[in-house]
């Protein structure tokens, strides 16, 4: 007898993985996709899950959008764009309706792609001149055109490129905004360029505070510091080079038990390092003080518990868990972090391989930003706000908006009277 998986014999995997049944544990309540080309006419975001109910603010939509694009050591193309979110479906009224949402998000670009890239067949002369056929060491240039099949990795970069962040944006703000109706907010800070690094622990409040000034360079809460970055980012520019760096997502006030411990794809750790991991040229992820956890002994590092009796409330003496343990949230921050490599464009390009000659040549070189990671924590925010939303709505979900915050409100009292 075959064995089986979820609710299928292994011999017939790949027929039940297409009909679902497989995929039956890895359930969510808010789900999201994202289409679109970085050159191509428009990003589209498709939303489903949310609640009727919630009021929408555009503003605040767009806001996000427009902090996506901020940051010292950006290129050219956020000249050209002015991201902004039309909603084509899901919002009547200012308020969500039950329904799938709809956004598009135009490429303003487009119109100096248009003949290189349209939809129809073509043999225009403008096409072939812009095929890439140098990869560029560390993009998916080459293993995309690989695993497609292309010699020509013009189809694999313009899906692969940060542009789709834009997308993830504005899914993100809906997100923060059903977030914000149980008074939990999502901000970011830049806490390394290169080799300079913020060496001291930034509060609540003075994330909030970077976070609303959009005159803010690189979002990190120390001035000082801030220019030191700066002038990283300048020696990267005048080389021809990139620098990477590392952004601080917190999300402020979390309730005790989202997530759980009961099987491995319902740790809320777990999802929230794959959807970090999902952000362009994001390679590693920290939460809480893991990285050091690491070379300590346990007494360094677990969070001492007391009891408020005043509160009625438990409390951790630090955060060094991230608010996280065991794979549920236990009432304080959520902390993480993501490492950032050096963008894969380079002025100054490195060797590769044309892909057709197979001759050794200098890779491709597209216009391209120098340093991203304000943008980065951005589109961080905006995943761990998709994933925590996710996570609100299985803990109290209901069809409405009303209907939720009353689940929510019987499970604050449950807490207060444990």
């Known amino acids: 007898m075959s064995p089986v998986i979820g609710n299928c014999p292994a011999t017939e995997l790949g027929q039940c993985w297409t009909r679902g049944a497989v995929a039956d544990t890895l359930e969510f309540m808010l789900r999201f996709y994202t289409a679109g080309e970085s050159h191509g006419q428009a990003l589209l975001t498709f939303l489903s899950g949310l609640p009727a109910g919630l009021r929408v603010d555009l503003d605040f939509v767009n806001h996000e959008l427009h902090r996506r694009q901020l940051g010292y050591g950006r290129g050219g193309r956020q000249k050209i764009e002015t991201d902004r979110a039309d909603v084509f479906a899901g919002v009547r009224h200012g308020q969500t309706i039950g329904a ?210 005043d509160a009625r409330n438990f409390h951790r003496a630090s955060n060094r868990a991230g608010g996280l343990e065991g794979g549920i949230t236990n009432g304080e921050d959520l902390v993480l972090r993501g490492f950032l490599k050096p963008i894969s464009t380079l002025r100054q390009p490195l060797g590769t391989v044309d892909m057709v000659t197979k001759e050794p040549v200098q890779a491709a070189y597209e216009r391209s930003d120098w340093c991203v990671v304000p943008a980065g924590g951005v589109a961080g925010e905006a995943m761990v706000a998709l994933v925590l939303a996710d996570a609100f709505l299985q803990k109290f979900g209901g069809d409405s908006l009303a209907e939720m915050r009353r689940n929510f409100d019987s499970y604050a009292q449950q807490i207060r009277e444990f």
Request: charge should be negative.
């Open 100 to 309: 799938p949402i709809a956004l598009r998000i135009e490429n303003h670009d487009w119109a100096n792609w248009e003949k290189i890239l349209p939809v129809e067949a073509t043999d225009a002369p403008e096409a072939a001149s812009r095929k890439l056929v140098a990869p560029r060491p560390g993009h998916a240039d080459l293993a995309g055109s690989q695993k497609f099949n292309f010699h020509d990795a013009r189809y694999v970069l313009e899906r692969a490129s940060a542009r789709e962040t834009a997308a993830r944006v504005a899914a993100g703000a809906f997100a923060k905004v059903l977030l914000r109706e149980f008074g939990t907010e999502i901000a970011s800070h830049t806490i390394q360029v290169h080799n300079v690094r913020l060496e001291r622990a930034a509060t609540w409040e003075e994330i909030r505070a970077v976070n609303a000034d959009l005159e803010s360079p690189l979002r990190c809460v120390d001035a000082a510091v801030q220019e030191k970055m700066k002038a990283e980012v300048d020696v990267a520019l005048k080389a021809g080079d990139t620098v990477g760096g590392v952004f601080e997502i917190v999300a402020h006030p979390v309730p005790v038990g989202l997530g759980s411990h009961a099987q491995w794809d319902e740790k809320l750790d777990g999802k929230l390092a794959q959807a970090l991991m999902s952000v362009q040229a994001v390679k590693a992820v920290e939460i809480g003080a893991g990285i050091s956890a690491a070379g300590s002994f346990g007494s360094e590092v677990q969070d001492e518990i007391s009891y408020s009796k």
